[in-house]
């Protein structure tokens, strides 16, 4: 029997209490909204283990249209977690990175939408200008300005 190959990483999910700010957000960063619909009933509670749902769902596309990030409010069941506030070095934390071409540009205007840098602004190896933030709803977030043609890539050893 033939090995599957996988053909693409088709988005990243983050379930948000209010779509229409964690959209709006997203549009800041330099996201698209491709499109929103409703997720309901038993078929779709199969696949996630949560019985009958239903669940608002946006989806977010990079400009190079090669990323999704997929937002969703869940109505039914309700939410029951909340891992914002847990710090980035938590077991099976999430977060995004996105490659921005002016960084202190972004932050200028994220901030005036809430965000907050969690750390600081930094220089790594001459390849970025790196920061985290707490965006909307206090989500991670991670901004990389690539400062010339090297790519992190390029320091990383091959297994």
């Not at 200008?129 to 890539?153: P, S």
Request: hydrophobic share 40%; proline share 3%.
């Amino acid at each position: 029997m033939a090995k599957s190959k996988l053909t693409e990483m088709n988005n990243v999910g983050i379930v948000v209490e209010s779509l229409d700010n964690a959209i709006s957000f997203f549009t800041e960063i330099g996201l698209t909204l491709e499109g929103r619909t409703m997720v309901e009933g038993e078929w779709a509670g199969r696949i996630t283990g949560l019985g009958n749902q239903s669940v608002e769902v946006a989806m977010m596309v990079t400009p190079d249209g090669h990323s999704r990030l997929e937002l969703s409010r869940f109505l039914t069941p309700h939410t029951i977690a909340d891992h914002r506030t847990a710090p980035v070095n938590s077991l099976g934390y999430l977060r995004i990175m996105f490659r921005v071409d002016d960084l202190d540009e972004l932050l200028s205007r994220l901030t005036k939408h809430g965000a907050e840098v969690v750390g600081e602004v930094v220089n790594y190896e001459n390849i970025y200008r790196l920061c985290y933030i707490r965006g909307t709803e206090g989500l991670l977030i991670g901004l990389a300005e690539q400062l010339g043609n090297q790519t992190a890539t390029d320091i990383l050893e091959n297994p």
